[in-house]
T-cell receptor
Framework: AQRVTQPEKLLSVFKGAPVELKCNYS??????LFWYVQYSRQRLQLLLR??SRESIKGFTADLNKGETSFHLKKPFAQEEDSAMYYC???????????FGQGTRLTINP | ETGVTQSPTHLIKTRGQQVTLRCSSQ?????VSWYQQALGQGPQFIFQ???????GRGNFPPRFSGLQFPNYSSELNVNALELDDSALYLC?????????FGPGTRLTVL
């Protein structure tokens, strides 16, 4: 079965501190992994995807196939990073997204 | 280039009624997916349409149905509404394996 698990519903860190949002998945095959973000009063938007291997807004995520994880990291959190973050996977090409429950990240000043 | 739009923004219905939600895809996108997001949960895949044909369906009963039109806009229809259908309904259009989401329609079933 395809499943995405985000173990933390809430995460609070201080500005300037490192942040890591955890994501684990179960999938038979080679999935494509994504992080989506939803800022207050905005729509869900793509933050990054593992296939691009890029850093967006200082965030990076590495796919670890051995641990079936795709954790999102940022070395120095900023207040504008406060948002809801969703990890998701899809079949390559199938485009159906399976989402985790989400983690609400709060950056304290 | 306009983004994905959805209408209406909010809707209140009573149990047993039927509802139609609408979605206009982003220009040039021929694939539309619908998701249901219950409070405190991640979005859950309902179905996807590609060039007016259903192209995959999640674990939702047949009273959830859809349409895609030649201009790639789409409708989600839900019959015999139940209290548990209360949720945010998201539409997403796709290009190159990336889904772009609309703002959603908040459906409340009383």
């Amino acid at each position: 079965a395809q499943r995405v698990t985000q173990p933390e519903k809430l995460l609070s860190v201080f500005k300037g501190a490192p942040v890591e949002l955890k994501c684990n998945y179960s999938y038979s095959g080679s999935p494509e992994l994504f992080w989506y973000v939803q800022y207050s009063r905005q729509r869900l938007q793509l933050l990054l995807r593992h296939i691009s291997r890029e850093s967006i807004k200082g965030f990076t995520a590495d796919l670890n196939k051995g641990e079936t994880s795709f954790h999102l990291k940022k070395p120095f959190a900023q207040e504008e990073d406060s948002a809801m973050y969703y990890c998701a996977l899809s079949n390559r090409g199938a485009q159906k997204l399976v989402f985790g429950q989400g983690t609400r990240l709060t950056i304290n000043p | 280039e306009t983004g994905v739009t959805q209408s209406p923004t909010h809707l209140i219905k009573t149990r047993g009624q039927q509802v139609t939600l609408r979605c206009s895809s982003q220009s040039g996108h021929n694939t539309v997916s619908w998701y249901q997001q219950a409070l405190g949960q991640g979005p859950q895949f309902i179905f996807q349409y590609y060039r007016e044909e259903e192209n995959g369906r999640g674990n939702f009963p047949p009273r959830f149905s859809g349409l895609q039109f030649p201009n790639y806009s789409s409708e989600l229809n839900v019959n015999a509404l139940e209290l548990d259908d209360s949720a945010l309904y998201l539409c997403a259009s796709s290009s190159q394996n990336t889904q772009y989401f609309g703002p959603g329609t908040r459906l409340t079933v009383l």
